[in-house]
């Protein structure tokens, strides 16, 4: 079995929760409070500039062939996914600089901060492995709530939930796992499960963090 593969089933009561958890449900259906999306959108934007710095780190480390794939996605996040971003910014009524400035929640702060370290201290294949939930838990959102989306009636719900499900996207994921099954040696498997484990569990908290609008207690 493949790495991408194994780490998939042995985490699959956690990704059960990401699949059925009420943001997710309630945005692809067009019932999510807006001010819960515009929520999400701030520290989302966050989370990709980290994403996007991991990548470069990746890169700095890995082999021509890794270190090509990481460079495009750091490249991908910079100017596709970031300007996309900033124009729902614009249409949410927020300024760039208001989006930049506003402190990360604590989950947020917590899973940039887990994906730095892993990224940095670890080897290219740890730092893939860590990124990798992001990427595959959105499609396979997508992939279970599409139908949803022909009765959902926010246009900006709709456009935002459709970009994951472009052939674009789908081939992203699929040459980044290619690289992962590719790069591992079978062995130290209990470590790559660990970082992926906790990867996968931030990004059903980054979930909550944004249903809840997370806020620093004190």
């Known amino acids: 079995m493949r790495l991408s ?3 998939h089933e042995d985490v699959k009561e956690i990704w059960s929760k990401i699949l059925s958890h009420p943001f997710v449900v309630e945005l692809y259906e067009g019932k999510l409070p ?3 999306f ?7 934007y966050n989370y990709l500039v980290t994403l996007m710095r991991c990548y470069s780190i990746i890169a700095a480390k890995a082999d021509p062939t890794t270190a090509a794939i990481a460079l495009k996605i750091a ?3 910079a100017t596709i996914e970031i300007e996309n971003y900033k124009k729902i910014i614009e249409k949410l009524g927020l300024s760039l600089s208001e989006v930049i400035e506003t402190e990360p929640a604590p989950t947020a702060l917590a899973y940039m901060n887990f994906l730095y370290t892993t990224c940095s201290q670890g080897t290219p294949l740890e730092g893939l492995i860590a990124t990798l939930p992001c990427f595959w838990t959105y499609l396979e959102i997508a992939e279970k709530h599409k139908n949803k989306l022909d009765s959902n009636p926010v246009e900006l719900y709709r456009a935002w939930c459709q970009a994951y499900l472009s052939k674009e996207y789908r081939e992203l994921l699929n040459e980044i ?4 099954d590719n ?3 079978r062995e130290n498997y209990e470590k790559y499960l660990k970082i992926f484990r ?21």
């Open 38 to 44: 515009k929520y999400y959108v701030i520290q989302d």
């Open 183 to 185: 790069l591992w040696n």
């Open 75 to 77: 490249y991908l996040d």
């Open 34 to 36: 807006l001010y819960k």
């Open 198 to 218: 906790i990867a996968s569990k931030y990004e059903y908290m980054f979930w909550t963090m944004a249903y809840s609008m997370e806020k620093w207690p004190i």
């Open 5 to 7: 593969e194994r780490l």
């Open 177 to 180: 796992r290619t690289i992962i």
